[in-house]
């Protein structure tokens, strides 16, 4: 079984970035794909992006594509989102999640196996 930690989230004024954090314990992700999801107020749970561990593979929503990046430092056992731009519709819940990898990226939530907690993400003046 994968542990994830969320950590970075808070609040941020309109225009802003910030980066979130995923660390994993348990196992090492060499065979896995770590993904981010948001869940908006009132809306349902949203795939943002995935990364493969072992090659950097990635997938990106194309509603986000150039205003976050995905990435991964596989020694730390970490994966990162790094947000550009945010606006108060980035507001929400920020979760990863852990799925292993078979060549294949889901952007289903029920795809995904392991999950960490969340951390809240606010975009407010």
């Known amino acids: 079984q994968v542990q994830l930690v969320e950590s970075g989230g808070g609040l941020v004024e309109p225009g802003g970035s910030l980066r979130l954090s995923c660390t994993a314990s348990g196992r090492t992700l060499s065979d896995y794909t770590m993904a981010w999801f948001r869940q908006a107020p009132g809306k349902e749970r949203e795939f943002l992006a995935c990364?493969?561990?072992?090659?950097?593979?990635?997938l990106y929503s194309e509603a986000y594509l150039g205003r976050f990046d995905i990435s991964r430092e596989s020694a730390k056992n970490t994966g990162y989102l790094q947000m550009y731009s945010l606006e108060a519709e980035d507001t929400g819940i920020y979760y990863c999640?852990?799925?292993?990898?078979?060549?294949?990226?889901?952007?289903?939530?029920?795809?995904?196996?392991?999950w960490g907690q969340g951390t809240q993400v606010t975009v407010s003046s």
């Open positions: 990364i493969s561990w072992r090659g950097a593979n990635i």
């Open positions: 999640a852990t799925a292993l990898y078979s060549g294949v990226f889901y952007r289903a939530a029920s795809k995904y196996e392991s």
